[in-house]
């Protein structure tokens, strides 16, 4: 396949914008980038895509997502509104986990797909969780994901919530998950761990215990001070320096959130080389704080961009992130575009490489993965290597998002979607999605009655 008429933006190590370049893509990768004569004379029998003058980059990657919360959107908390992020687990999220079954699973990763390939994101890095249906969970969203045709990293959430038994199957899922999906073509695992807060020291010892070698952990860290009150209370120390001992952290660990972890944290999460994810738009809405971003890339750390379940348009999180720490410190000179760009391109790009080891992603280079997109965008100032990030930051728009192409293969063509029936997929979710609220509610009521 023959892309042409393009304008390439490269990103990778070094930027570049290419216009009036071709890509040839043959299999699920890119075999040459050239100017279009050139390449249409070496590819004479290649079937021709226009891009119409679009922008041609590569697709958005999402560091950490929860497909499990697409049925939150709209649902009505029982009780008075949630007054801290503790509240909001206690009262949204862990009623709502518990209401999902093996149909319902599929639906939640369905809807973000069809709004991942909509939004140009074509890899997602998952953390689910379903204590009434685990076993298999993990199988139930690699299905949904192959059949979208999208990148993903699944993990099943291990936590002590829910007694011993299901803290049991959830390490068995990860690890059966992790061995079955070395195999797949577009689909890994790694361990999913909810947060220190819901787990004591026997579990975590079992988890690394239980952990393939040379795989590592997906963990939400310090997302509000409530992890690190619980961590000191458990063992004397905070929650870095509690879970380093078991040996949590690692270059194949990704640490979600770290808004309220101390210097001493930083520094070992730095020194095992774990990855942290930043969600700006998660960290506004429940209030948690504004993790030191500028600190943590400033000391070299592999800092990327996820989205904690929000819509799957990566770009509302580049904005967000641009404005949080601006407001948060009252300093206009904080979270640089360019930092930005870099978490969301060149570190999420690396981050997915940890997991599909041997492959190119996140980048317009020959012998990388065709994971592309086309994005409708016609500046009015000059758009240039130097200004891209801002033109992303103040310009671009999910909508501008056309077409939507991963491993070679055309997932979304001029807003169509091919590989997956989206009214079909949303009228199997509005059908489902009274059951699942009802049974919320009683879950969330029943946590009320609890507490009374
Ligand atoms: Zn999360």
Same mark, same amino acid.
């Given at each position: ?236 120390? $905070?929650? @870095?320096? *509690? ?6 952290? /690692?270059?194949? +660990?990704?640490? #979600?959130?770290?808004?309220? =972890? ?87 790009? $690396?981050? @997915?490489? *940890? ?6 992603? /996140?980048?317009? +280079?020959?012998? #990388?993965?065709?994971?592309? =997109? ?79």
């Amino acid at each position: 396949m023959l892309i042409v008429n393009g304008t390439l933006v490269t990103w990778g190590e070094n930027n570049r914008i290419l216009s009036d370049h071709a890509l040839n893509v043959e299999g699920s990768v890119i075999k040459a980038i050239g100017k279009p004569q050139e390449l249409m004379g070496r590819y004479p029998q290649a079937e021709q895509l226009d891009a119409r003058g679009q922008l041609v980059m590569p697709g958005n990657i999402c560091a950490h997502t929860h497909f499990y919360g697409a049925y939150a959107r709209g649902v009505a908390i029982p009780g008075s509104a949630p007054k801290n992020f503790p509240q909001i687990l206690e009262q949204l999220w862990w009623p709502l986990d518990k209401a999902l079954d093996k149909e319902t699973i599929r639906t939640s990763a369905l809807v973000c797909l069809v709004d991942a390939i909509k939004h140009g994101t074509t890899t997602l890095i998952d953390h689910h969780a379903s204590p009434n249906f685990i076993e298999g969970s993990l199988d139930v969203i690699a299905k949904a994901v192959d059949k979208a045709g999208l990148r993903a990293v699944l993990c099943y959430e291990v936590t002590d919530r829910d007694g011993e038994d299901k803290m049991r199957a959830g390490i068995a899922e990860n690890v059966r998950f992790i061995k079955m999906a070395k195999a797949h073509q577009r689909v890994r695992g790694t361990f999913g761990l909810h947060g220190s807060l819901t787990l004591d020291d026997i579990t975590l010892r079992a988890c690394a215990d239980a952990i393939p070698s040379g795989d590592g952990f997906h963990i939400h860290v310090a997302e509000h001070e409530a992890d690190e009150d619980n961590s000191i209370r458990r063992s004397g120390k $905070r929650v @870095v320096p *509690r879970l380093q001992e078991f040996g949590i952290w /690692g270059d194949k +660990t990704i640490a #979600a959130h770290c808004v309220h =972890i101390d210097d001493n944290e930083r520094q070992i999460l730095q020194d095992s080389g774990t990855w942290v994810t930043h969600q700006p738009r998660s960290n506004m809405n429940n209030a948690v704080g504004a993790a030191k971003i500028d600190e943590m890339l400033a000391h070299g750390m592999k800092v990327c961009l996820g989205n904690d379940g929000f819509s799957n348009n990566m770009w509302a999180d580049w904005k967000d992130a641009y404005l949080l720490h601006k407001v948060v410190n009252r300093d206009p000179r904080r979270a640089n575009g360019a930092d930005i760009a870099r978490m969301a391109t060149y570190n999420n790009a $690396r981050l @997915v490489e *940890r997991f599909f080891s041997g492959m190119n992603i /996140g980048e317009l +280079t020959e012998g #990388a993965r065709a994971d592309l =997109i086309f994005v409708d965008y016609h500046p009015y100032t000059p758009l240039n290597e130097g200004n891209l990030a801002w033109h992303i930051l103040f310009g671009f728009e999910a909508s501008m998002v056309t077409t939507t192409i991963v491993d070679g293969v055309v997932l979304m063509r001029d807003r169509v979607l091919y590989t997956l029936d989206e009214t079909e997929i949303v009228a199997e979710a509005l059908e489902l999605a009274p059951i699942v609220w009802e049974q919320y509610a009683k879950n969330a009521n029943a946590v009320l009655a609890a507490k009374h």
